[in-house]
């Protein structure tokens, strides 16, 4: 499996947030594909040098959230993909991604074309993960 | 069993007129690695010896894998492994011998334990212990401590003067130790870096007094910094329950409160500012805001957030403090 975790500590963003957001971009680009599965917690935690804890709160959100499954006595794996959010939920998400793009360029004087250019390419480099991996 | 493996209760040192640990109350969750956090001199020494019994407290008491510390039998002693700060050995002994005088102390010793520890290390078992860097000292001391297999370890500032590669080494073993899920850790330490990769709990003491003591997360979750800004005049600030720190500059005001909840957003939000935006900490500055120059003793992170009213209300903003 490719999928290479690592975390920072000092950072603003707790670490059991760091995995998530790892797992999440590795799912959507088609590095981890469904059915796949994750290393133990333990395994995670002593390859990242991380509180056990921390990993399991990690694959607990994303479990949560119905990107992975734990199968009882063997594992925690890639979940088919399936819409777990109600609609306003995942409305809501992606406001609240978008809003936060938007502040970080407010100031960086891109003009609006280039940005949704930019957004445009990130979005089919994504799909073409997907695409290589079938 | 109980769920705690170590129970403090009022525990009070004083040395002279110097109250070095005031009325503590620490409760330390089996199974858990516990970070003691606090400045130099806060008492975190002071606790860990009387803990061990190696202290005598001057008021209150404590319990230890529910053993009273003050009279704590060799049974219990055998389930408890205590690094000391510094990293203190024999010098003129070898590697290998500082290993085998440790185990004629103990009916348990775990030799795979000690060989394991001692090369993720890379300590040569002739050199002389005398002879070792610091960071191999800590791990010559560190195998010691770890072979007996105790039940709860105790490692005072264990990173304190190690190097990256040596202070890694170190957590890694510290993780080691937890696959055992009984296994309990108490360390105390100031990189918080480090902290916030091993420990799942932790407490903080200043000048003696316990200030947190609650999961690593909720510590985070808790001390929040808010960002507002207005049109025209930054009102004045109404008294704010937990706020640690205040900035004002131009439009707007900035400020680190802890035991942020639904109470302190709708005060924040009545002030109706423009923009009211979060900005996020890390565990460091949250913990340099927490024991701001401010230093109060009134907040107080519970492992019990539920009770709001436990808190006491620190009023109203310095003014001196806002230019």
């Given at each position: 499996m490719?999928l290479?975790?690592?975390?920072?500590?000092?950072?603003?963003?707790?670490?059991?947030?760091?995995?998530?957001?790892?797992v999440?971009?590795?799912?959507?680009?088609?590095?981890l594909?469904?059915?796949e599965q994750l290393p133990s917690v333990?395994a995670l935690?002593?390859?990242?040098?991380?509180?056990?804890?921390?990993?399991?709160?990690?694959y607990?959100?994303l479990?949560?959230?119905?990107?992975l499954?734990?199968?009882?006595?063997?594992g925690v794996f890639v979940?088919?993909?399936?819409?777990?959010?109600?609609?306003?939920?995942?409305?809501?998400?992606?406001?609240?991604?978008?809003?936060?793009?938007?502040?970080?360029?407010?100031?960086?004087?891109?003009?609006?074309?280039?940005?949704?250019?930019?957004?445009?390419?990130?979005?089919?480099?994504?799909?073409?993960?997907?695409?290589?991996?079938? | 069993?109980?769920?705690?493996?170590?129970?403090?209760?009022?525990?009070?040192?004083?040395?002279?007129?110097?109250?070095?640990?005031?009325?503590?109350?620490?409760?330390?969750?089996?199974?858990?690695?516990?970070?003691?956090?606090?400045?130099?001199?806060?008492?975190?020494?002071?606790?860990?010896?009387?803990?061990?019994?190696?202290?005598?407290?001057?008021?209150?008491?404590?319990?230890?894998?529910?053993?009273?510390?003050?009279?704590?039998?060799?049974?219990?002693?055998?389930?408890?492994?205590?690094?000391?700060?510094?990293?203190?050995?024999?010098?003129?002994?070898?590697?290998?011998?500082?290993?085998?005088?440790?185990?004629?102390?103990?009916?348990?010793?775990?030799?795979?334990?000690?060989?394991?520890?001692?090369?993720?290390?890379?300590?040569?078992?002739?050199?002389?212990?005398?002879?070792?860097?610091?960071?191999?000292?800590?791990?010559?001391?560190?195998?010691?401590?770890?072979?007996?297999?105790?039940?709860?370890?105790?490692?005072?500032?264990?990173?304190?003067?190690?190097?990256?590669?040596?202070?890694?080494?170190?957590?890694?073993?510290?993780?080691?130790?937890?696959?055992?899920?009984?296994?309990?850790?108490?360390?105390?330490?100031?990189?918080?870096?480090?902290?916030?990769?091993?420990?799942?709990?932790?407490?903080?003491?200043?000048?003696?007094?316990?200030?947190?003591?609650?999961?690593?997360?909720?510590?985070?979750?808790?001390?929040?910094?808010?960002?507002?800004?207005?049109?025209?005049?930054?009102?004045?600030?109404?008294?704010?329950?937990?706020?640690?720190?205040?900035?004002?500059?131009?439009?707007?005001?900035?400020?680190?409160?802890?035991?942020?909840?639904?109470?302190?957003?709708?005060?924040?939000?009545?002030?109706?500012?423009?923009?009211?935006?979060?900005?996020?900490?890390?565990?460091?500055?949250?913990?340099?805001?927490?024991?701001?120059?401010?230093?109060?003793?009134?907040?107080?992170?519970?492992?019990?957030?539920?009770?709001?009213?436990?808190?006491?209300?620190?009023?109203?903003?310095?003014?001196?403090?806002?230019?």
């Open positions: 490719p290479k975790f690592s975390v920072v500590t000092g950072s603003p963003d707790p670490v059991y947030r760091q995995i998530v957001e790892q999440r971009v590795a799912i959507a680009g088609g590095v594909q469904p059915g333990r935690a002593e390859l990242l040098v991380v509180n056990p804890n921390t990993v399991a709160r990690a607990n959100d479990t949560g959230e119905g990107a499954e734990a199968r009882p006595g063997k979940a088919q993909r399936r819409q777990v959010f109600a609609p306003e939920e995942r409305l809501r998400r992606l406001e609240a991604a978008v809003q936060t793009l938007v502040k970080e360029v407010a100031l960086l004087g891109f003009s609006d074309e280039e940005i949704q250019e930019l957004l445009q390419r990130e979005l089919q480099k994504l799909k073409g993960g997907e695409e290589q991996k079938r | 069993m109980s769920d705690y493996v170590i129970e403090t209760h009022g525990l009070t040192r004083y040395y002279g007129g110097k109250c070095v640990v005031d009325t503590l109350d620490l409760k330390v969750p089996r199974g858990s690695i516990f970070g003691f956090l606090g400045r130099n001199g806060a008492g975190k020494s002071t606790t860990i010896r009387m803990l061990l019994g190696l202290v005598e407290p001057t008021r209150g008491s404590a319990t230890i894998l529910g053993h009273d510390c003050q009279n704590l039998p060799p049974v219990a002693r055998e389930r408890i492994g205590y690094l000391a700060e510094g990293h203190h050995v024999y010098g003129w002994m070898t590697v290998g011998e500082c290993g085998r005088f440790q185990s004629s102390f103990y009916k348990h010793w775990n030799q795979s334990i000690f060989d394991g520890v001692v090369d993720h290390f890379n300590l040569d078992r002739k050199a002389k212990a005398g002879d070792l860097s610091r960071g191999q000292r800590a791990g010559l001391c560190l195998a010691m401590t770890m072979a007996p297999e105790p039940e709860l370890l105790i490692l005072d500032d264990p990173a304190l003067g190690l190097d990256p590669v040596a202070r890694r080494s170190l957590l890694q073993s510290m993780i080691y130790v937890t696959r055992r899920s009984d296994r309990t850790i108490l360390f105390s330490s100031h990189l918080l870096a480090e902290v916030e990769r091993v420990a799942d709990y932790v407490a903080v003491l200043d000048y003696g007094v316990l200030r947190a003591s609650c999961p690593l997360e909720m510590f985070r979750e808790r001390v929040r910094q808010f960002s507002l800004r207005f049109d025209g005049v930054t009102p004045q600030l109404p008294g704010i329950p937990g706020l640690l720190q205040a900035f004002r500059a131009a439009g707007e005001i900035s400020l680190t409160i802890a035991n942020y909840d639904a109470r302190s957003e709708e005060l924040l939000r009545s002030l109706q500012p423009v923009a009211f935006e979060e900005v996020p900490l890390s565990l460091e500055d949250a913990f340099i805001s927490y024991l701001g120059e401010r230093g109060e003793k009134s907040f107080f992170l519970d492992q019990a957030p539920e009770k709001p009213e436990a808190l006491e209300t620190v009023a109203v903003v310095d003014e001196e403090k806002l230019p």
